[in-house]
């Protein structure tokens, strides 16, 4: 199906199962520990063996020597895998450093060996074995440091001017020029990296923690250099993952190369402390931005440029795209810069791009309605833009964010804010309420599904798509259902598996929306199949309650499968309404902190996020991601950092002893409104998404916050008590 004009009345407009509080239909699976995960699928591969990976001692430089004797010897060893007897391996598309090293190596803590036993224990055990000579050479491993060589934009990411920014900021009434940090950072999913493998014959079955299925086989078959075909990946339950299981990582390619060595399934899981340098993590950005107002405080001119690091053919962290839509200015220039660093591959993490970069803008902003004298509220919905502001002829499909900044206003108590920092204390605690606007773009990717109609009436849904713990299996049984005139349990939905069409898979923000898009789209034709079958015109007929009705006539759907299952399978594909109109999802962010006068310690109180993401398929499962996303901005605002040992580049605090998590017992009281926000230019669900939203923009809100509780401003994250200490206004 080609969606290329803006979608009309259809049936998922009935709502009658689409957009309610429906519960997870795969809950109780996963609450009873009957949703089997990536290294749990005993019966499926018996008798594994497993893997212990042994990572580089070393950031750069060069395996001079390697002695794997003593480890083969050890008890219950049946192999250890290295680059030198694994046999001539590729390198995926999305991958950035080999993920078997040797004899180079790229990143501290990259695979440079798998020692294979019988049992966990025997193979950790016999890990320590082996012995490693390195040649260490001279890596780069700060950003700060590497900053001044780096002058010029990558090749394909060049910068963004409209207007003449310099002039207009020499003229500009009010002004703020100002530089801001985020730390690098680490998923930190609670599910490892955990993957476990099977060969019959020259095919390989992987049972992986991955998001994008398709990805994952194109890559593994490229690295193994097999055809993708006799390649199948399974990954129907993941324990988060957050754009670190976005690619083929170690895991599932060390136990491939195992099981195919030993001819017989192995698993391989990478320990806690690996993950952080063995895997992805969000780069360290140092943001400098500028902005101006005319003397009545709207924006004239506003440049943002962001440093980030990465290995040699890496990609930058693109933190400046959201100042390219989210206010007003006629003068405008945005710019990347990317250093070579040494230290682990950097790619998407919790929202890449607009988290990060929300973090420093937002921010900016409250700093600069400060200048101007203007409420930090105000200052933005004065600044607002119904339009594209660098192509004013393409306007926002929609975009509330005044409502959503209004209707958080009023529901927060904005109105009884101080707007001299300092001024409000509840005991030992200073209080400041703080706000943020928050941007993520809709992104729109192809994704297909098949459908199939049982005599029993009954309905079964295919599709690669993943869950991620976000609710994938819901929102697509709900679409199935309301499509079809089905309840709910009713439709089975499969997940996660290779062998199905391929969808957009979970990342983006683009999950729910394009997924469910292309269930509507294999419903269609089965609609059509079941009409045919039955005697019916399809634009004419009506399905509820498991009947497909027309004027007088009517029929139970089983019927049409009376001889046998009814398969339809389409995609939806987009066109380019995408060029016409801008789409973009919002939200207001509203928070209060408490900061301890004695020790500047932090608390939040409580937050609130005003979503308007287009049509929410699931409210209590959008709810769910939303405060889960506002959870891990205060974890970006006030701990998440990976410490870089500049010296030996690697991170230091790579496990959840030393890197420090939120939850949401943290804070008493979230909050959330979904604003009406249908939207027919996106897709034929109307709908958008809201996974990154609801963490775009929180970091910088809680900022805010202790901004007006103590009048102390920190513009380098995370803000820990000793940024705050030092400054804190005497105890009245």
């Known amino acids: 199906m080609k969606f290329d004009k803006p979608a009309g009345q259809n049936p998922i407009d009935q709502l009658k199962v689409v957009s309610q509080p429906h519960d997870r239909i795969d809950g ?9 995960y990536a290294y749990e699928w005993h019966q499926q591969a018996p008798n594994a063996a497993y893997g212990y990976v042994v990572g580089s001692a070393i950031a750069k430089g060069r395996i001079t020597a390697l002695d794997i004797d003593a480890a083969k010897n050890a008890p219950g060893v049946l192999t250890v895998i290295t680059a030198s007897n694994a046999g001539a391996l590729g390198k995926g598309d999305k991958n950035t450093a080999t993920l078997l090293g040797g004899p180079t190596i790229e990143h501290y803590h990259q695979a440079v060996a ?8 025997q193979a950790r055990a016999a890990a320590s074995l082996v012995q490693v000579t390195y040649r260490r050479d001279k890596g780069a491993y700060s950003l700060t440091e590497a900053k001044p060589t780096v002058t010029q934009p990558p090749d394909d990411t060049p910068d963004k001017n409209v207007g003449d920014f310099e002039a207009a900021f020499a003229a500009a009434a009010v002004k703020l020029d100002a530089t801001y ?12 990296h955990a993957s476990m493998a099977v060969w019959e014959g020259d095919r390989v079955t992987v049972w992986t923690s991955n998001q994008m299925i398709a990805w994952c086989r194109a890559d593994l078959a490229t ?63 140092l943001q400098h931005i500028r902005i101006g107002t005319d003397s009545a405080g709207k924006i004239t001119a506003i440049a943002h440029d962001s440093w980030s690091g990465n290995l040699p053919g890496g990609t930058p962290e693109t933190a400046v795209q959201q100042t390219e839509l989210l206010y007003a200015g006629a003068n405008r ?21 607009e988290a990060p970069g929300l973090m420093a803008l937002e921010i900016a902003i409250d700093e600069l309605a400060e200048k101007a004298g203007i409420d930090p509220v105000e200052f933005r919905i004065l600044n607002d833009t119904q339009v594209d502001p660098a192509n004013p002829q393409r306007p926002f499909s929609r975009r509330q964010l005044i409502e959503c900044l209004r209707t958080g206003a009023e529901q927060f108590g904005w109105k009884d804010r101080h707007t001299t920092p300092g001024q409000v204390q509840d005991g030992r605690w200073r209080v400041g309420i703080g706000v943020a606007a928050g941007f993520r773009n809709n992104l729109l990717e192809k994704s297909a599904a098949r459908v199939h109609l049982d005599a029993d009436g009954k309905v079964t849904v295919e599709t690669d798509m993943t869950d ?26 499969h997940l996660g598996d290779s062998s199905f069409p391929v969808s957009a898979g979970s990342g983006g923000q683009w999950g729910a929306n394009t997924s469910t898009a292309g269930v509507y789209a294999a419903c269609i034709k089965l609609r059509e199949a079941i009409a045919a079958k039955l005697g019916f015109d399809p634009d004419q007929a009506q399905f509820s309650d498991g009947k497909i009705t027309s004027g007088t006539q009517s029929a139970n759907l089983a019927e049409a499968a009376a001889n046998g299952r009814l398969t339809a399978e389409d995609s939806i594909e987009f066109g380019d309404l995408a060029k016409q109109y801008q789409q973009s999802t919002f939200a207001g962010h509203f928070v209060e902190v408490g900061v301890d006068s004695d020790t500047g ?73 979904f604003l009406e926000d249908t939207d027919p230019i996106s897709s034929p669900m109307k709908a958008k998404g809201v996974g990154e939203l609801g963490l775009c923009g929180v970091g910088a809100a809680i900022a805010n916050a202790v901004y007006n509780a103590t009048g102390v401003r920190v513009r380098d994250y995370p803000i820990t008590l000793d940024k705050l200490i030092g400054s804190l206004p005497d105890v009245v």
């Open 28 to 36: 109780r699976q996963k609450t009873t520990g009957t949703a089997h």
């Open 114 to 121: 798998l020692v294979v036993a019988e049992t966990f224990e």
């Open 181 to 192: 940090t985020t730390p690098d950072q680490s998923h930190m999913a609670m599910e490892p």
């Open 223 to 285: 690295t193994l250099k097999i055809a993708p075909e006799n390649v199948r990946i399974l990954s129907p339950y993941i324990g988060g993952g957050f754009g670190g299981k976005l690619f083929l990582r170690s895991d599932a390619l060390l136990a491939a190369l195992a099981a195919r060595a030993v001819q017989r399934p192995v698993k391989v899981m990478l320990s806690r402390p690996a993950i952080a340098n063995n895997t992805t993590h969000r780069p360290a950005t």
């Open 333 to 353: 220039h945005t710019g990347l810069r990317l250093a070579t660093l040494d230290l682990p591959e950097g790619n998407a993490m919790r929202a890449p791009g």
């Open 468 to 493: 991620i713990g976000t609710g994938s299996y819901t929102i697509i049984a709900q679409t199935a259902a309301e499509m079809l005139g089905l309840p709910l349990e009713k439709v089975a939905v």
């Open 601 to 673: 310690e932090v608390r939040v109180r409580r937050m609130l996020a005003v979503c308007a993401a287009g049509r929410i398929l699931n409210p209590k499962t959008a709810r769910s991601q939303v405060i889960g996303a506002m959870t891990m901005g205060l974890g970006a605002a006030l701990m998440e950092e990976l410490a870089v040992d500049t010296r030996l580049g690697y991170f230091v605090n790579h496990d959840m002893a030393g890197y420090e998590v939120p939850v949401h017992a943290d804070i008493p009281e979230q909050k959330v409104i």
